[in-house]
């Protein structure tokens, strides 16, 4: 069993809708975790972050972690065309080191 | 601009040679790793580097080696390519174990 699974997709969502990408992982000594967005042929840019369990907004977007259920979850508001791309989650280990899952690709359509 | 750079951006090669890839960061982040990112999108650490230490991920073959000649850059050295090594190859850099920023990727292709 991987460290942090994710499921690959892809994802296709109409525009405007809500998305939810979701990530499990096995070990609860990760604290931080990381959503990086990945556009065709880019390296992965980081998009927003929480720590512990909760829920962090930033504009369109909301990261979700429950510690409980060791499940991350990332919620696209009024989804565009220019969303589309690979999403990877990354919890960081007690070495700092990220983990990241497979990543899931997203297609948002006009 | 302000950016991590990776040079070449595509590499094609045939197997048994030895081929290096250069990594600059003009970010002034004193930590620099070296990522591989196989063909299902799956990206694994293969080096993280700072002015104090290299840690290696242990499953990386030692036909693979970093070297740092400052602290701006981590060249990534490949000897006697395999078949197994095409990959996209991403170095980042961070300040500390803070945000990485990535580079856009180099695309080896071993024939």
């Known amino acids: 069993q991987k460290e942090v699974e994710q499921d690959p997709g892809p994802l296709s969502v109409p525009e405007g809708a809500i998305v939810s990408l979701n990530c499990t992982y096995s070990?609860?000594?990760?604290?931080?975790f990381m959503w990086y967005r990945q556009y065709s042929r880019k390296g992965p840019e980081l998009l927003m972050y929480?720590?512990s369990s909760g829920n962090k907004e930033d504009g369109r977007f909301t990261a979700q972690v429950d510690k409980s259920s060791k499940y991350i979850s990332l919620f696209i508001r009024d989804s565009q065309p220019s969303d589309s791309a690979t999403y990877l989650c990354?919890?960081?280990?007690?070495?700092?080191?990220?983990?990241w899952g497979a990543g899931t690709k997203l297609i948002i359509k006009p | 601009d302000t950016a991590v750079s990776q040079t070449p951006k595509y590499l094609v090669t045939q197997m048994g040679n030895d081929k290096s890839i250069k990594c600059e960061q003009n970010?002034?982040?004193?930590?620099m790793y070296w990522y591989k990112q196989d063909s299902k999108k799956f990206l694994k650490i293969m080096f993280s580097?700072?002015?104090?230490?290299?840690?290696i991920n242990e499953t990386v073959p030692n036909r693979f080696s970093p070297k740092s000649p400052d602290k701006a850059h981590l060249n990534l050295h490949i000897n006697s390519l395999e078949l197994g090594d095409s990959a996209v190859y991403f170095c980042?850099?961070?300040?500390?174990?803070?945000?990485?920023?990535f580079g856009p990727g180099t695309r080896l292709t071993v024939l």
């Open positions: 980042a850099s961070s300040h500390g174990y803070n945000e990485q920023f």
């Open positions: 970010l002034g982040h004193d930590t």
């Open positions: 580097y700072n002015n104090k230490e290299l840690i």
């Open positions: 070990n609860s000594a990760f604290q931080y």
């Open positions: 929480t720590y």
């Open positions: 990354a919890p960081r280990d007690s070495n700092y080191q990220l983990i």
